[in-house]
Each structure stands twice: as C-alpha cells, then as structure tokens.
C-alpha cells in the first residue's frame, strides 16, 4: 500500500534555530514529491516540488532533500522564524496518477 | 486572480440534510480535486475531475456526488449528510506544477 509517514509528528523550537523534518515513503514509482505549509485554518501552500531525478530543491530558508534509493526526504528549516509556526506535510505523486498521497504532518511551534 | 475559492466558510448540518459545498478557480485549470482533512490523519481525496465533464472517484468517495460541468467550477454535494462527514473540506486546483489549495470549509453534522 502507498503510504507516506512523517516524524516527528511534533517539534517546539527557538527562534533562530534551524531544524529538519523527515518523511519516508513507500510510492514506487512516483513521479514527484512535494513539501507544503499549512497555517493553522488555512489551506495547504506548496514550499517545494521535487522530481524523482533530483535530490535537492531550495525556497528561501527552505531546503528540501530527496533519496530516491531510501525512499526518503528531509525538509530543512534554517534560521527558523515565528511565522514558521504552522504544519509540514510531505506528498508524493504515484507515477502515471492525478493522485496525491498526503503524510500526516508534522506540526512545528517556533518559541520567542 | 482570486485562485481557488470555497463557500461557505463554516456550515453545521443535521443528520440526514444535504447541503452543496462550492469550488471555483480562475486559473483555468483542468485538474480539480476535493479532500477531506480530518485529525491524525493525512489529506484524503474524495473525487477528483481531469476537465470538464470528467470526473473519477478518490480513496473516501461514499456520501459525496460531484460534477464538473465548467472549468472553473467543482461542487462537492453531500446527499445525506452523517456525523462522520464532520471534517474541514478542502478544494485544490492544479497545474503541472503546483497545486493550489482553497481555504477550507469547515463542516459540523450533528
């Protein structure tokens, strides 16, 4: 079964501070994984998009890491801000779908 | 643009009425999709539409009817609504790219 697991499900960090989320998945073949913010009542944004051929993409302060081997992908955080306070969601596209498989998110709270 | 556009904000419901959730985007995209989103759990998608006139089930369809007879908009209709279609609901319109979510509805059947 095509799944997608994120961890940790939650993480409190200090301002400044950087940090990195993980998501393992099991979508063979896929054609693209994706890493979205969701503020608290808000709809889901995308951060980044990464094909299956590549292994990093960047937005900002955002760095999004892909092993296609492991089946794994990390998304980096750096020189976190208040407004980063919201939930990660990792998703992967099952190749030859309009689908999307959706983690569970992690939920992040940045501390003054 | 205004994007992707979802009315109404909040609805409480009783059991057993029916109520039509809306969706439009100005993107003229052809791909549309409506997911639930529930607590502890990932987005799930309910049905989704590839054009107009076209449309397919998701992984949870049971309970929801949709149609697609514009590009720009996507109803999402719950035929007899049950407690267990308490959720916030969430309307995505997608390029090749990217996928752009709606605000959300934020549905309460009691």
């Known amino acids: 079964k095509n799944q997608v697991e994120q961890s940790p499900q939650s993480l409190i960090i200090l301002e400044g501070k950087n940090c990195t989320l993980q998501?393992?998945?099991?979508?063979?073949?896929?054609?693209?994984l994706r890493w979205y913010k969701q503020d608290t009542g808000r709809g889901p944004v995308s951060l980044t998009i990464m094909t299956f051929s590549e292994n990093t993409k960047s937005n900002g302060r955002y760095t999004a890491t892909l092993d296609a081997d492991t089946k794994q992908s990390s998304l980096h955080i750096t020189a976190s801000q208040l407004s980063d306070s919201a939930s990660y969601i990792c998703?992967?596209?099952?190749?030859?779908?309009?689908?999307?498989?959706f983690g569970t998110g992690t939920r992040l709270k940045v501390l003054a | 643009n205004a994007g992707v556009t979802q009315t109404p904000k909040f609805q409480v419901l009783k059991t057993g009425q029916s109520m039509t959730l809306q969706c439009a985007q100005d993107?003229?995209?052809?791909?549309m999709s409506w997911y639930r989103q529930d607590p502890g759990m990932g987005l799930r998608l309910i049905h989704y539409s590839v054009g107009a006139g076209i449309t397919d089930q998701g992984e949870v369809p049971n309970g929801y009817n949709v149609s697609r007879s514009t590009t720009e908009d996507f109803p999402l209709r719950l035929l007899s609504a049950a407690p267990s279609q308490t959720s916030v609901y969430f309307c995505?319109?997608?390029?090749?790219?990217?996928?752009?979510f709606g605000p959300g509805t934020r549905l309460t059947v009691l």
């Open positions: 995505a319109s997608s390029s090749q790219n990217t996928q752009y």
């Open positions: 998501c393992n998945y099991t979508v063979s073949p896929f054609s693209n």
């Open positions: 998703v992967v596209s099952p190749s030859g779908t309009y689908k999307y498989i």
């Open positions: 993107m003229n995209h052809e791909y």
